[in-house]
């Protein structure tokens, strides 16, 4: 099997840079700066997109059953006010998103702290546009279908729901000395 022709192009929108792609049943969503576009695989037009011009995307990530994206985004002075937000350090928190993979339908939304900071050699990240990010471990790279994990070094993990961010399970390692 070999490729005859290519199906189709795609730019991001102007002032725009893609720093990622993921899978979708669909065909394919691309992260940018501040926030996502999905494509459609067979034709390259765009399906849906959720973008803002007042944040920035730190992260994004599919749950395992492809049905639902979950970005991360900086929290803003404005948005810390209107929340009820678990910490008032915005360094700490992240405003996290959960739309449907096949139409964009916002599902879910919630000010959540970001889990712990120091991550060993990655850290800190550089992104796409140049900006230094003193990621935390989990941000939402590290998702299930209903809940993202956060790892709170390398003896314990802790998963929260989507929706709420209330603690599901709690997993700590005993480690002797």
């Keep these: 099997m070999s490729v005859q022709e290519q199906a189709w192009e795609w730019d991001p929108p102007e002032g725009a840079e893609a720093s990622s792609f993921l899978s979708i049943p669909s065909g394919l969503v691309v992260q940018l700066g501040d926030g996502a576009v999905a494509l459609d695989g067979a034709t390259g037009e765009q399906t849906w997109h959720y973008r803002r011009d007042d944040a920035r995307l730190i992260s994004l990530s599919t749950t395992p059953d492809e049905d639902r994206l979950v970005l991360s985004f900086e929290v803003d002075e404005d948005e810390l006010e209107e929340a009820e937000a678990p910490s008032k350090d915005l360094d700490d928190l992240r405003d996290l998103v959960v739309l449907d993979t096949e139409t964009g339908e916002l599902l879910d939304g919630q000010i959540v702290e970001a889990g712990p900071r120091p991550r060993s050699h990655n850290n ?26 956060v790892s709170f070094g390398p003896w314990s993990v802790e998963a929260r729901s989507l929706t709420d961010d209330s603690v599901l399970w709690t997993h700590r390692r005993y480690v002797p000395y």
């Design 124 to 149: 800190p990240t550089v992104s796409p546009e140049g900006s230094v990010l003193d990621l935390s471990a989990a941000e939402v790279r590290h998702v299930t279908d209903d809940a993202r994990l």
